[in-house]
């Protein structure tokens, strides 16, 4: 007995069937009658009209579940059966544009019943849309920084960029402002810098998570080589006091992002009302993976710091960085602001006021 059978009659008992449970309904019917189609796009639709009403209306699941778990399993399982990870692409012309994705290739996969499909279609697109947007915000951000530098106009009035700065990188510093243009600076060459997102969805230990970026410190500046460990990397990583980083210093990059993607990442809901939280943080991550910026503790409405941190040496390159980074970081724009009125040294080092400052600019920017 097929699965398009099972599924007929052993959901037939659901009268009253929702627009997205017919939605699926028709799907398994083009599948059944008309196969896997080109790139197995027949089988693409059923999970992504299955996906969309399992989430949409949990209590209908709930009454047929047994059915749609096996219907859920038998889709996973014929994904597994296809090599062609990238189904679908292919034929509707979506590719990714500007980024690379890579499927992780490890053994440490969450159970073969809980994996899911390769990225379809839309989730291509959504991260397209989201590249596309975060470039224009970060290079807007180092515009902003490039006119702070030039301008500085820190007194009354304050223009908007130089307030922003003021929100999240403290008050005025000239060596502090040199160091966030040339990160900026940093970070637009990592995102023109095509990217790589690997695909961590069914890994176990990333399978639930957003996803990020590992720590790691691309940037070159004024010709100084930044190296994975040791003493380069420690020379040259932000916020020390290395060879006058003059906001004029040449800044270039010694590799690529990897950017780990998870299912939160891709996610559901509302993508208009969510992308502006999708570049900050892109950009707070592109941070880790970039400029090896940390996470910074949480600290309350005096600033004060509320777990400990792995060095509070500014020669350090841990400078910073929470030793409890799940329980206590710095990653709301209100609480960033009280930090960096605070703690203005660690906010330079904060992965996360990178990713709020470029949010700000990009929402105060006519598109
Ligand atoms: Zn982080």
Redesign the pocket.
């Known amino acids: 007995m097929s699965i398009v059978t099972e599924w007929e009659i052993r959901t037939r008992g659901q009268r009253v069937r929702s627009a997205q449970l017919r939605e699926v309904d028709a799907a398994v019917l083009v599948w059944a009658r008309m196969g896997q189609g080109q790139k197995d796009v027949n089988m693409q639709t059923v999970w992504t009209k299955f996906s969309a009403w399992k989430t949409a209306v949990p209590a209908e699941y709930g009454i047929i579940r047994a059915a749609a778990d096996e219907l859920e399993n038998e889709l996973a399982r014929q994904w597994r059966n296809k090599p062609a990870q990238m189904a679908g692409v292919g034929a509707s012309g979506v590719t990714p544009t500007g980024w690379r994705l890579v499927m992780y290739a490890g053994a440490d996969l969450v159970a073969a019943n809980q994996q899911v499909p390769p990225m379809t279609t839309a989730q291509i697109s959504k991260i397209n849309e989201a590249m596309r947007r975060v470039k224009l915000g970060v290079s807007s951000a180092r515009d902003a920084m490039l006119r702070v530098a030039k301008r500085r106009q820190f007194a009354f009035p304050m223009p908007e960029e130089e307030a922003a700065f003021t929100d999240f990188f403290g008050p005025y510093d000239e060596d502090r402002l040199n160091r966030v243009v040339s990160n900026f600076q940093a970070l637009v060459l990592a995102f023109n810098g095509t990217p790589t997102f690997t695909d961590v969805r069914n890994r176990q230990v990333w399978a639930n998570t957003y996803g ?1 970026c590992v720590r790691r410190n691309l940037v070159s500046r004024s010709g100084q080589a930044a190296l994975g460990g040791g003493v380069a990397a420690k020379a040259a990583a932000v916020g020390q006091a290395v060879a006058a980083p003059k906001a004029q210093a040449a800044v270039s990059l010694t590799g690529n992002v990897d950017m780990l993607v998870g299912r939160a990442f891709i996610g559901s809901g509302s993508y208009a009302k969510t992308t502006d939280d999708t570049i900050c943080t892109l950009v ?2 592109f941070a ?1 993976g970039t400029i090896n910026a940390v ?1 910074v503790p949480d600290v309350d409405g005096n600033g004060v710091f509320q777990c400990t941190r792995q060095s509070d040496d500014p020669a350090d390159p841990n400078f910073g960085n929470s030793t409890d ?1 799940f329980g206590h ?1 710095s ?1 709301q724009e209100p609480m960033d602001i009280i930090m960096a009125r605070h703690h203005p040294e660690y906010a330079l080092v904060n ?2 006021c990178y990713g709020q400052f470029t949010k700000r600019i990009l929402i105060g920017k006519a598109e």
């Open positions: 990020g707070h991550e880790h996470d980074p970081q990653s992965a996360d």
